[in-house]
Every structure is written in C-alpha cells, then in structure tokens.
C-alpha cells in the first residue's frame, strides 16, 4: 500500500521521486549530447588542420624541382610563417630521431613512405620536425600544437559537470518553487482572510496533499463566511428591531412631567440610540460603501467641533479653514465623531488637527486623558474592547466600537489609522487619508 | 406654525408608534389622523383635507416608497418619510420619489416637529412661488445648495459639512436673497419659535456658516450683517433646472 501511495505521481513523495528520476534522465540526456557533440574519439580537426598544411606543403616542395625550392620557402615562409618551414642542411639528420609518436606517424601516413619524419632534438631547431624528402633533401618545420593545449576547464568533462550542477540546481529550485508556492500562498489566503468575502477562494491545484489541503481551507472559508453572515444578519435584526421600541419610549418621554426623570430617560435613550447606531455602522462597513466624493473636510471637521462644543464639551479645532479630499463624507464624519467622543470621555479637553500636504490629509484628535499603554494599542483597535474594561459602564460608555470602526473607515480610504502618546499625558489618534482616491471620482 | 392647525396623517404600522406620535403632535397643535397601510392611508386621505403625510418606509403590503411615490402622481401634499435607517439609499431614494424630507428612527420628537413645520412653511411658500421657491436646487456665485440631497458644494465641486440647522438657515437666504432678514424672522422660518431656540443661536449658526462658504470670515460679503438687526444674503441666486442636478 506505501509503496504504491509512494508511487503515486499526484502526491508529494511521487512528485519529488519523478522529479529526481527527471533530473538524471536530463543529466544523462547533457552528457551524451555533449559527447556527441565533441566526439573524443575521432582526431580533433584543428591538429588535422595544420598537420594537413605541413603535409600539402612537403609535398609540394618534394615534388617541385630543386633549383625552384628556395623560391618557393620563401614563398611558404611569408605564407605561413607560423609554421616556420626552413631548409635544413643535410648534417642536422645525426641529431635527428626517429620518433614513435603518434602525431608524427599521422604525418607519415599522410606523406607515403618516401618521406622520412624525425623529430629535432638538438640546438635552436629542438621542438620541430625534421622531413626528409624523396630526394634526401631535408626541411624542417614546427608542427602546430597549439590546440591540444585547451585551457582546464574548457575540458569535455569539467563542462559537462558545470553543465549538470546547474541544471540540477535549477531543477531542484524550479521543484522546490513549485512544492512550496501553494503553501505560502495558503499562508498568505489565511493572514489575508477578512469577512467582506472579497479575497478569492484559494486554487485547487498542484500535488494531491496540496489540492486537499486548498479544498478543506475553501470550505472552512465558506464555512466561516457563512457563520459570520448569520450571526451579522441576527445582530443587524436585533438592532434594527430595537429601534421600534426606542422610538416608542423617545417619543413617550416627551410626556414625562419630571424634567430631571426625562433629561435622564432622553440621556439613556440616545446612548443605546448611538449604540444602536455603532452596532450597525460596524456591521455595515465590511458591506456597503458610500460613494466617495469630493468633500471640503475641514468643514466636516469644524461641523464636529462644533456639534461637541453645543453638548458642553471643550472642543478645538485647530487646521485650515477649507481642504478637500475625496472621501465618503458620511463615513468621515462618523469616525470623527466616534474619536472626539472617546477624547472627551477620557479627557478634559480635546483637539482636532488638520493637516494637509499635497497627497495626504492628516486628521489628529488629542486628548489630555490618560493615553494608552503601548501593550494595549493594538487590542484597542479590535472591536468591543473598551478603554475602562475594569469600571462599570457609565451614561458615556458604549460597545467599543468607535476605534475600531474609525479604524476600518480610514482603511477603506486607503488610510491608516495609528495610535500615539502625547506629552505629558493624552492619547493622539492620527488618521492619514490620501487626498486623492485612485479610483474614479466626481468632481461636481 | 405655518398654519394655524395643520391636518397631519401618519402612517405606521406600529400601533403604539402611531398613537404616540399622533399624541406628540396633537399636543403641539396639530390636528392629526392615523393610518396603519396604504388602504387606510388612501381612505383618510379622500375623507379630509390632509395637509402634510408622515409616512413610514416600512409598512405591511405596500411599502412607504411606493405609497409615497403613488401620492406624490396624484397630489402636491408635503411628505416626511420615516425611515428604518438613515442610510444614504433611502435617503435618495426617498426623496426621488418625491418626499420632501425624512427622519431616520429612531428619531427625536422635537426634531419632527421643527422638520414639519419647516416644510409646511416651504409648502406654503411654494403656493405663490416664484422660480427659485420651486426650486429643488440654487446656485450663487459658484456654490450650489441642493435641497433633495442637502448638500451644499463648493465652487470647486467639493461637498462642505453642515449641520441641519445651518443647512435649514442657508437655505432660508438663498430663498430671500437680497432682503434683510431680522433674527425674530429668521427663526420663525427656520426652527420654529416652540423649538426652545433663542436669537442668539441665529447669530452662532450664521457665523459658523460664514467660516464655511464666506472667503474672509471676519470681512462677511455674502451673509451681510445689517445695522439695524439682521442679515441679508447678498449673492444673485439662480435656480438650477431638474435635469442639470443629481450627481454621479
């Protein structure tokens, strides 16, 4: 059963195993083309080349008559000078020997029996070949080596190695590439995963393990969606529905007598009215977007400024008095909103800043609270995690919502939203909104 | 109030809602009828004069926008649509059916009170209109107030925020433009006197929509401050025709 699951090709193991098989077949494929191609076994042309030239030019001096020889040295001497063909005098034939080489004896072939070969081993003709003609008279000449003298690692072997290293390099990549892509891609799906449904299912493919390992992630992606879709469906009811009966007691306490019971009754019943609201903006936000526009946002800013300052809180706005951007305006003023709403639950008083350059809108809300910890920032981006976990909820307190949704609002203007510590004490929201969206806008 | 007893129909299926309005309303002098659908709707509306509809966009059978748009063919009656949500869809989608304004709910009572009176006054003003009352959108030097969407925008096409308070004001001025408008006056077209606002809060709202449309806020040239008491809206002001409005 393992031996057949290991040979099957759609798995891992028969993969890697084919893969190997592969890249011997193709070593062995490198090897034999290259031998073909350089053939070791038949005589290199270049040596046959000039031991054909020395041959042709003995001959023709060997047949020539004597008296025309010298003429014609001259003529070889300027035509092949490299060659280095001389008269040599007839004494030279003692320090000659007869030599059993095998190149020598591919020259003799060539030149027939009635001419005679010997390598010169004394004085400055040492190294050449001595030839003698039919007649007896003698030349000697260099023969050209030059070619057998390739550089080490121009060598059939050595290439053929470099040759296999690297294509068994390569291949090794290629394969461990494709083995491993899906994986990180997986990694990649499930950092990526958010509920808004928009990231693309994973692909089925690749080895067995891996289409497995793609389909389960898909359903349990589904299969979260949907979890989530309904819960989200149930709570958007829930809120939506509550909004009846708080219409009813909103309307009801109109007819209450005791200013001080209604005051309090109006003041519980816009903080479940915001949270209402909070509810199903947060719900709303992953789904259906506003159309952006462009939008004067110091106005939107100032309008909050001056929304807070009427509720008897201190508010301060401090930037130019008009900037625009194209963003969501009801979106933007929502997440202001929520932010000057927490700085004024946990400070004395808070500030709105704008800032403006030519590509980014800085909006900053600063409150003198008591700031947040570096270790819980990043928590207090989630949603319903609250700044006073520890105290009771109080008539300002709500889901904790507010960053969270500021914070999902600021991304889907592809924006940014941080948290960062004022001096001495104090918390200072930074959100940086791109001025100008890349997709299509209106302008009027 | 603009009339001295205005005929109100509310339409709501929620009985308790209904009464409770109805109760609001009467007690702020107003004659009121209720109606749970659409049929009753239609039969209190052939009954007696109804001079201003509050109509809920959630209603069993036939829904509120329907109703809304059915009536609107057939009547030039003032219509407040109560929405479930506040939501830009409906929003729109509201007033393209010819609403003239809408109240997301939950919403607050006082705040219903001074949006009826505020389009009962519109209405009445409409009666003996001239182009600009009939209006649905204005234009002065370059800006534009849009009262379908209630937005106001810029030279430059970008939209300013704005309260409905201070939307309701500047939408007072672009109506009357060149005519000295006192505090008392002002209030009593915009929030209505029972809506517990005082004269003083003119002042705040004119000079926070100074700081959003006037270009030198200290040195106002287009809410004029006059001598003797009031303001005046200084800009021409042209009516923009239906088809040029709406936006992308």
């Known amino acids: 059963m393992k031996l057949v699951g290991f040979l099957n090709l759609r798995g891992i193991s028969g993969q890697i195993a084919a893969l190997v098989v592969a890249s011997i077949v193709a070593i062995h494929l490198i090897l034999t083309a290259i031998f073909f191609i350089h053939r070791p076994d038949q005589p290199d042309p270049s040596i046959d080349r000039g031991h054909n030239q020395l041959a042709a030019l003995a001959q023709l001096l060997g047949t020539a008559p004597a008296a025309e020889r010298p003429r014609l040295l001259v003529d070889i001497a300027r035509a092949f000078p490299q060659m280095n063909v001389e008269r040599l005098p007839p004494e030279s034939a003692v320090a000659a020997a007869d030599t059993d080489s095998p190149e020598l004896r591919g020259l003799h072939r060539r030149l027939g029996s009635s001419y005679r070969i010997f390598s010169l081993v004394k004085g400055e003709d040492a190294g050449k070949i001595g030839i003698a003609l039919p007649d007896g008279a003698m030349i000697s000449a260099k023969l050209l080596q030059d070619s057998r003298q390739r550089p080490f690692w121009m060598g059939t072997w050595i290439v053929t190695l470099l040759f296999a290293v690297v294509s068994v390099t390569l291949l090794g990549l290629w394969a461990a590439r494709a083995l491993t892509a899906p994986l990180s891609s997986f990694a990649k799906a499930a950092e990526d995963f958010s509920l808004n449904g928009a990231a693309e299912p994973l692909p089925e493919r690749g080895p067995e393990e891996i289409r497995s390992v793609a389909k389960a992630l898909n359903r349990m992606r589904e299969r979260i969606t949907t979890l989530i879709d309904d819960r989200t469906k149930m709570l958007a009811a829930i809120s939506h529905d509550l909004r009846t009966p708080i ?47 462009l939008v004067d946002i110091a106005t939107t800013l100032q309008l909050v400024t001056d929304q807070f300052a009427d509720m008897g809180h201190k508010v301060a706005y401090d930037g130019p008095e008009h900037a625009m951007a194209t963003v969501r305006p009801d979106d933007l003023h929502r997440s202001v909103t929520n932010l000057v709403e927490n700085a004024v639950r946990y400070g004395a008083e808070a500030t709105i800043r704008l800032t403006v350059s030519p590509d980014t809108a800085t909006i900053e809300v600063e409150d ?51 948290l960062n510590d004022r001096k001495p004490h104090g918390l200072i929201v930074r959100i940086q909104l791109p001025v100008r969206q890349q997709s299509r806008q209106s302008a009027a | 109030m603009a009339t001295a007893s205005p005929n109100i129909l509310v339409v709501d299926d929620d009985r308790e809602t209904r009464s409770l309005i109805a109760k609001y309303l009467r007690s702020n002098g107003c004659n009121v009828t209720v109606a749970i659908d659409g049929r009753e709707m239609v039969r209190a509306m052939s009954d007696h004069r109804v001079d201003l509809l509050i109509l809920d966009v959630m209603l069993p059978g036939e829904d509120g926008l329907s109703l809304c748009r059915r009536v609107r063919a057939e009547s030039q009656v003032p219509i ?22 809408y109240l997301p709910k939950p919403f607050n009572p006082r705040e219903l009170l001074a949006r009826i009176n505020a389009v009962l006054r519109r209405h009445a003003a409409a009666q003996t209109a001239s182009a600009i009352n009939g209006a649905t959108a204005l234009t002065f030097l370059g800006w534009r107030i849009d009262f379908r969407l209630r937005e106001l ?55 926070r ?5 006037e270009p030198d806020p200290q040195d106002a040239t287009m809410i004029k401050t006059v001598r003797s008491g009031g303001y005046m809206f200084t800009p021409a002001v042209d009516a923009v025709t239906t088809s040029a409005s709406g936006r992308s």
Do not use: W, Y
């Open chain 2, 153 to 207: 925008r810029n030279p430059a096409g970008a939209r300013v925020a704005m309260t409905s308070a201070e939307f309701d004001l500047l939408r007072t001025f672009c109506e009357r433009p060149g005519r000295v408008l006192s505090r008392d006056s002002l209030l009593d077209l915009t929030q209505g006197r029972n809506a517990g606002s005082f004269e003083r809060s003119i002042d705040v709202l004119v000079s």
């Open chain 2, 80 to 101: 407040i649509m109560l929405t479930a949500r506040g939501e830009d869809v409906d929003r729109i989608l509201g007033l393209e059916m010819g609403a003239d304004d």
């Open chain 2, 209 to 213: 929509i100074r700081r959003k449309i």
């Open chain 1, 368 to 418: 003198d609270g008591p700031g947040i910890s570096d270790a819980r920032k990043q928590i207090m981006l989630e949603p319903f995690v609250r700044g006073d976990d520890a105290r009771n909820m109080d008539e300002a307190s709500g889901f904790g919502l507010g960053l969270s949704i500021a914070r999902t609002i600021a991304l889907a203007h592809h924006g940014a939203l941080s």
């Open chain 1, 247 to 293: 219409t009813r007691m909103r309307l009801r306490a109109e007819f209450i007598e005791d200013d001080t019971h209604r005051s309090r009754m109006l003041r519980d019943l816009e903080q479940m009215r915001s949270m209402l609201e909070a509810v199903l903006s947060f719900l709303r936000n992953d789904r259906k977007l506003e159309a952006m526009t």
